[in-house]
Antibody, heavy 116, light 107 residues
Framework: EVQLVESGGGLVKPGGSLRLSCAAS????????MNWVRQAPGKGLEWVSS????????YYADSVKGRFTISRDNAKNSLYLQMNSLRAEDTAVYYC?????????WGQGTLVTVSS | DIQMTQSPSSLSASVGDRVTITCRAS??????LAWYQQKPGKVPKLLIY???TLQSGVPSRFSGSGSGTDFTLTISSLQPEDVATYYC?????????FGQGTKVEIK
């Protein structure tokens, strides 16, 4: 059974940093690109970042470019999102999703709250 | 960047009604279009990929069509469990933009 489990969310002050993790199981993690998608409270889905299976190709939404860094460790079946210079507008539930035909499997999400 | 525009933003229909949601891309994306269902408080669920291919386990009352810039999601007979927000997403290349969502309610 495919499972994606995010962790690392929490309350952080504006300008602070946070590192999200996504632990994958039930499939060959190293064969799939992965995405981070976020959803602000009461708002729609926003694609944040993608990373290819071997980390050769990495993409970011303009809203996070220069502040967020996506990475992965295929030996540990894990996906990461390093978030720096956080702003109030980064407050959201962050989902990791397997990138197959869009996003065929999603984690339960981890809440990031940026507030003083 | 390619923009994805859904319409309507919300709709209310009766049980058994045929419901159609439209998604328009600002440039052609071939058939690299996915539809998701998100029920209140739940994780998004992939319904349709490649514009018209039903994801395994999704009821056959859901269907998708379109190619290029214009796409539709159809629910042939609306059921109470279909109350949700529906999103389209382009996934051919980054940015993998979502539409703004369509909230479906029962009248």
């Amino acid at each position: 059974e495919v499972q994606l489990v995010e962790s690392g969310g929490g309350l952080v002050k504006p300008g602070g940093s946070l590192r999200l993790s996504c632990a994958a199981s039930g499939f060959t993690f190293s064969s799939y690109s992965m995405n981070w998608v976020r959803q602000a409270p009461g708002k729609g889905l926003e694609w944040v970042s993608s990373i290819s299976s071997s980390s050769s190709y990495i993409y970011y939404a303009d809203s996070v470019k220069g502040r967020f860094t996506i990475s992965r460790d295929n030996a540990k079946n894990s996906l990461y999102l390093q978030m720096n210079s956080l702003r109030a507008e980064d407050t959201a539930v962050y989902y990791c999703a397997r990138d197959d035909q869009g996003g065929d499997y999603w984690g339960q999400g981890t809440l990031v709250t940026v507030s003083s | 960047d390619i923009q994805m525009t859904q319409s309507p933003s919300s709709l209310s229909a009766s049980v058994g009604d045929r419901v159609t949601i439209t998604c328009r891309a600002s440039q052609g994306i071939s058939n690299y279009l996915a539809w998701y269902q998100q029920k209140p408080g739940k994780v998004p669920k992939l319904l349709i990929y490649a514009a018209s291919t039903l994801q395994s386990g999704v009821p056959s009352r859901f269907s998708g069509s379109g190619s290029g810039t214009d796409f539709t999601l159809t629910i042939s007979s609306l059921q109470p469990e279909d109350v949700a927000t529906y999103y389209c997403q382009k996934y051919n290349s980054a940015p993998k933009t979502f539409g703004q969502g369509t909230k479906v309610e029962i009248k």
